[in-house]
């Protein structure tokens, strides 16, 4: 059964006088994959649904009443990217086969998915992101291969790293959402900084293939900033007036999903590092 959480974001000046823990429990998920079982969230941010399914035998993705719907998918689109050991989703009688790092959309309107793992020893991680939608685009996989890379930083700054975008205007099609994983480079530990803000739209950041490392996570507006500490496989909710940005004990990768009212990705408000607080 899926039994998700409901994450409501504070306002800025609310963030303010907010203690560690009140922090961890507005901006931080954790615990996404358990065997057999698919967990979750809600959230205010644009009506993202955020969360993980590991699969040991098939996982179906259930309904819930916040949806208001007759099925999960009536009104969103989804996007999954696999994590883990080899698996497949079976969607309204397709089957697509997701290897470590591929990428899946399906479009409003698919009413029957379910997940599962090629071997249940190894099995798939799904990490997933749902949206609302107001057209069906045709369902989709991609892999990495064929995702242009876009290099950005350099090792002198410790922020040399790859963008792999998925679901975007240039590549498998939505509604809003848009999604791609991000790598760094052996000896750089930063991400996306100097950091952005964008008003236009909402992110989320799944850290993953931190192994034992430790990775800082940034939020905040520019002048007021906060930080969490986290660890493998876990999210941080970024609001459209929040910077995102991380800083690990070493390199990793970390999905990025967003959603709003444009899919520009290079849309954002630049902040300069001097003038952060």
Do not use: R
């Given at each position: 059964m899926f039994e998700p959480t409901i994450r409501r974001m504070p306002r800025p000046q609310d963030v303010i006088p907010m203690s560690t823990q009140q922090l961890r429990d507005a901006f931080l998920l954790t615990d996404l994959f358990a065997p057999g079982e698919l967990r979750g969230a809600f959230t205010d941010l644009d009506r993202l649904v955020v969360g993980g399914i590991m699969p040991v035998k098939p996982v179906a993705l259930p309904n819930h009443r916040e949806t208001g719907r007759a099925f999960f998918l009536e009104r969103r689109e989804f996007g999954a990217i696999n994590v883990g050991g080899a698996g497949a989703v079976h969607a309204d009688g397709r089957a697509f086969l997701l290897d470590r790092l591929d990428c899946l959309y399906l479009p409003m309107g698919t009413?029957?998915?379910?997940?599962?793992?090629?071997?249940?020893?190894?099995?798939?991680?799904?990490?997933?992101?749902?949206?609302?939608?107001?057209?069906?685009?045709?369902?989709?996989?991609?892999?990495?291969?064929?995702?242009p890379p876009v290099p950005l930083g350099s090792p002198a700054t410790a922020n040399q790293r790859t963008i792999y975008k998925y679901i975007h205007p240039?590549?498998?099609?939505?509604?809003?959402?848009?999604?791609?994983?991000?790598?760094?480079?052996?000896?750089?530990?930063?991400?996306?900084?100097?950091?952005h803000t964008h008003w236009r739209r909402t992110e989320i950041y799944f850290y993953f293939d931190l192994g034992e490392n430790v990775l800082t996570h940034f939020l905040g507006e520019p002048q007021e900033t906060r930080h969490l500490f986290l660890h493998d496989e876990e999210v941080a909710l970024s609001p459209d007036w929040s910077i995102h940005c991380g800083c690990g004990t070493g390199n990793y990768r970390f999905i990025w999903g967003m959603a709003g009212e444009n899919q520009v990705f290079d849309d954002m408000d630049g902040v300069k590092p001097a003038d952060l607080r």
């Open positions: 009413q029957s998915v379910t997940f599962e793992s090629a071997d249940a020893k190894n099995p798939a991680k799904f990490y997933f992101l749902s949206c609302p939608a107001h057209a069906a685009h045709p369902a989709a996989t991609m892999k990495p291969k064929d995702a240039g590549g498998i099609q939505s509604c809003q959402l848009v999604m791609g994983f991000t790598e760094l480079a052996g000896g750089s530990v930063w991400n996306s900084f100097p950091p």
